[in-house]
Nanobody
């Protein structure tokens, strides 16, 4: 049974930092592309950052230079370090695990991030 469990969401003031974690089980973690998505109220879910099996990364433009995605294959965990947070970063953040070669795509239940003064 595949599980992706996010943690680390919280309420923080603008300019603050948070680190999200996503612990995966039931998959061969190192083979998967891992991603962080977010969904704000009334908005569509959007890709925030992605890290591939070779540890290369991509980011959406709005978080470049502020967020850093990383992975620890030994711990089956992907992280999202979020710095210089802005109110527009407020959303539920979801962890995603994907393998295109076998057409599988898994989601966590999400963790709430609120940026407000």
């Amino acid at each position: 049974q595949v599980q992706l469990v996010e943690s680390g969401g919280a309420s923080v003031q603008p300019g603050g930092s948070l680190r999200l974690s996503c612990a995966a089980s039931g998959i061969v973690f190192s083979f998967y592309t891992m991603g962080w998505y977010r969904q704000a109220p009334g908005a569509q879910r959007e890709l925030v950052a992605r890290i591939f099996s070779d540890s290369s990364t991509t980011y959406t433009d709005s978080v470049k230079g502020r967020f850093t995605i990383s992975r620890d294959n030994g711990k089956n965990t992907v992280y999202l370090q979020m710095d210089s947070l802005k109110p527009e970063d407020t959303a539920v953040y979801y962890c995603n695990a994907r393998r295109r070669d076998i057409n599988v795509n898994y989601w966590g239940l999400g963790t709430q991030v609120t940026v407000s003064s």
